[in-house]
Each structure stands twice: as structure tokens, then as C-alpha cells.
């Protein structure tokens, strides 16, 4: 880029968190780094159509002989699109900007290109790719800036696997990074992302009682021998085995129901109303039941085994002598599509649909019957459609949102 006066002042300014003092220096100039340099003033300031665009027409204005430049674009591009969670964006263009900027010498941003795949992939719940992307970086040399990102994709690996100390650790860090690069969004950005292991995680339903759990109390409960149903993740597991029921929706309502009542039974006519919303257990529903129960006591059969008994059936663990429900501090039907939106952030109904591994179609249902219960709200029409939600105060959907589980 070239290195006039204004342009180093804006990019100055930019690099200090000041993105209206770096319009003051190029907010009439139609140049190509001038036009790069609005790009990031309006990003900053949180129009992100128009830095998007803005951005776009830098890259053409640069030309085919500053490579450098436009890969710079295209990386400040994709940092647009992660921040308005557009999650579609081609990470092929975002991997040639790297390789380009790697080519020339320009590290720095070519790791910040690194961290925006690897912030992409801890979006959708790819947790190793994610973790592999960052191995490939030191963050000892890094700017403070960058170094709070590493930090912050850290802590965020370690927060969906329930590792608190790891992720608290990591925002120690973050946080000492942010003060020394005297950004206050960074500082913002960290101490917001602290506030997640300061929050209740999780609500516990044991004999009869219920509690809420922060995040240390959860790992503790995963890393103990109790029998766990985990109504936030749909899984069943004790301290060595983990089983999905997240495709089986009725086989893990009745491992809850079972949980639930442990260490007593439950009715055949109880389970009948719970699971298939039956008012009276008939024959055939008697028989459905009981062909559900078979399924389930085939998938738990390295865990538990399911009972008969005169009136129902009971749930006995071979390992555990305790058991326990894990489950959010309510239960929303569309539980997982709230805890992403509770970001902040708003999102497309496509960059949701990858996230959560549904169609858009679903989710297109889902987000329509949460905005008629005033859930949540869209902004703006057609294709540039997105939708949003206020954060719920006081309380954590980490649990809810997407990661996978390396032995499920």
C-alpha cells in the first residue's frame, strides 16, 4: 500500500482502535488504500455492508500487480463476513491471501488470517480443525492485538469442552495482552468473554432436587462416576462411556424421564404421556413403548441396563451409584438456535444452518416461530436478511452450542 502521510496517520489510528479519528485522514479520498483503510473504519464502527463493499472495491482498485494489497482485502473480507457471521464465505480465497502474504514476508497477516479459519471453525463446532489451526502459529511473536485473539480462540476450544481452568488460564492471558495493546474493544471483548466462567452453565436434577451448576461444578460432575443424562448436549454417559441420543429424540426423552425418577420407577402410563403425548396408554401405545425401551436398553448397554417392574420400568446403572439430569435453566424447544444467537452477533439463516447442521428450511420454521414469541428479531429483507437476539443476562448457553464429542 502506499505510505503517504494520511494513509499512515488512518492506518495509525486503525491500529489503535480509533476509527473515526482514521477518517478524519481518508474519509474523502476514493484511492485504493484509502478505500482499504474506510473499509476497516466502517467494520469497526459496525456497518458492516458498507466496509464489506467498501473492501471490495479496494481489492479491484488495487489491480492484479499489488498482490499483496489484495490479499490483504480479501483477509479483511473475511474478518467482514466472520463478524456479521456470514459463515459462507469461501475459505479457499481466505487460504491463497494467506499462502500470498507468507509468500512476501508479510506474517502478521498472514497469521491473522490463520486465527479468522481458525475463529470460523470454533463457530461451527469444528474443535480439532480449529485446534490444528492455531498449532500452526507462536503467538510469542505476534502483535497484542493478535496474541488476545489467540487467546480468545483458546479459551473458546477449552470452553466447549468444558475445560474452565484451561479457558480461564487462556483469558488470563487475553487479558493481559488486550491491556498492553491499550485497545479498549479488546479489553471489552475479553472481559465479556470471562464473564461466561462467572455464570451458571447448567441446572442439576438429582433425587428429586434442583440446582444450578457453573462450569467447574459441571466438569466435575462429567469427570465423577455419576450417571449423566445430559439434556444440554443429548447424551448419556458415566465417567468412561459417552452415548448420543441427539438423533433419537424419543429414546433420550425416556432415558430422562428415568433419570429422573431414579432411584424409583416410572408408570408405563406416565411414560406414555411424557414421550409420545398420548392421553391414555393403550394397547398400542403400551406396545410402541415397549419397542422403544428394547431400542434403548440396546444403545445403554455398556451403561445401564432398563427394568421392568409391575408398573413400569427403572432405570439401574452397572457402574454408578448416583444418577443425574444436566439441563439448561429452561427448556426452549429451539434451545441450541438461542444459544448461538445469544452472542450478540446477528446471524444469516445459512451461517445458522451450517452451525447447527440443519437445513435452512428448518431453520427458516424455527426462527419464524421464535420472532412471534418476540425471541428473537430480523434486520433487514431478502438476502441481506439477519437475525438477532439480546444476550440472557446472568446465564450461560455454552453447553447448547455446537461441538463434538471425541468419544460419542
Not at 497469521?111 to 502459529?137: N, S
Amino acid at each position: 500500500m502506499s505510505t503517504d502521510a494520511p494513509v499512515a496517520a488512518a492506518a495509525r489510528a486503525l491500529a489503535a482502535g480509533d476509527p473515526l479519528g482514521a477518517l478524519n485522514w481518508i474519509a474523502l479520498r476514493d484511492d485504493a488504500p484509502a478505500l482499504a483503510l474506510r473499509g476497516i473504519a466502517m467494520a469497526q464502527l459496525g456497518d458492516l455492508v458498507r466496509a464489506k463493499a467498501l473492501m471490495r472495491r479496494a481489492a479491484r482498485a488495487f489491480g492484479s500487480k499489488e498482490a499483496v494489497a489484495r490479499a490483504r482485502c480479501v483477509v479483511a473480507e473475511a474478518e467482514i463476513a466472520l463478524a456479521s457471521r456470514d459463515l459462507n464465505w469461501p475459505a479457499k480465497a481466505l487460504d491463497a491471501a494467506r499462502a500470498t502474504l507468507d509468500a512476501h514476508g508479510d506474517r502478521v497477516n498472514a497469521a491473522h488470517a490463520r486465527y479468522l479459519e481458525a475463529r470460523r471453525l470454533l463457530l461451527i463446532g469444528r474443535l480439532d480443525d480449529a485446534e490444528h489451526a492455531l498449532g500452526a502459529l507462536d503467538p510469542a511473536w505476534l502483535p497484542s492485538a493478535l496474541r488476545v485473539t489467540h487467546e480468545l480462540v483458546v479459551a473458546g476450544i477449552a470452553l466447549r469442552r468444558l475445560q474452565p481452568k484451561t479457558a480461564r488460564a487462556a483469558l488470563v492471558r487475553a487479558g493481559r495482552a488486550a491491556h498492553h495493546a491499550g485497545i479498549p474493544a479488546l479489553t471489552a471483548e475479553v472481559e465479556s468473554a470471562s464473564q461466561v466462567l462467572n455464570t451458571p452453565a447448567a441446572r442439576l436434577i438429582a433425587l428429586g432436587d434442583e440446582r444450578l451448576l457453573s462450569l467447574d461444578e459441571v466438569e466435575a460432575l462429567l469427570a465423577s462416576k455419576t450417571f449423566v443424562v445430559d439434556a444440554c448436549r443429548h447424551v448419556v454417559r458415566d465417567a468412561h462411556t459417552v452415548v448420543s441420543l441427539a438423533k433419537r429424540p424419543i429414546l433420550f426423552e425416556l432415558a430422562r424421564a428415568l433419570a429422573e425418577a431414579w432411584p424409583t420407577d416410572v408408570s408405563r402410563e406416565v411414560l406414555v404421556a411424557r414421550v409420545f403425548r398420548a392421553k391414555r396408554a393403550d394397547e398400542s401405545y403400551r406396545a410402541r413403548l415397549r419397542v422403544e425401551i428394547g431400542r434403548l436398553r440396546t444403545l445403554l448397554r455398556t451403561l445401564a441396563d432398563v427394568t421392568a417392574t409391575r408398573h413400569g420400568f427403572a432405570l439401574t446403572p452397572y457402574r454408578a451409584h448416583e444418577v443425574a439430569v444436566l439441563a439448561r435453566h429452561d427448556d426452549e424447544r429451539h434451545a441450541a438456535l438461542l444459544a448461538l444467537l445469544a452472542d450478540g452477533e446477528s446471524w444469516s439463516s445459512s451461517a445458522l444452518a451450517l452451525a447447527l447442521g440443519a437445513s435452512q428450511r428448518t431453520l427458516q420454521r424455527a426462527l419464524d416461530s421464535l420472532a412471534q414469541d418476540g425471541k428473537v428479531q430480523p434486520v433487514g429483507r431478502g438476502r441481506s436478511r439477519r437475525w438477532m437476539m439480546p444476550p440472557v443476562p446472568g446465564f450461560t448457553t455454552l453447553l447448547l452450542l455446537p461441538a463434538s464429542l471425541s468419544n460419542d
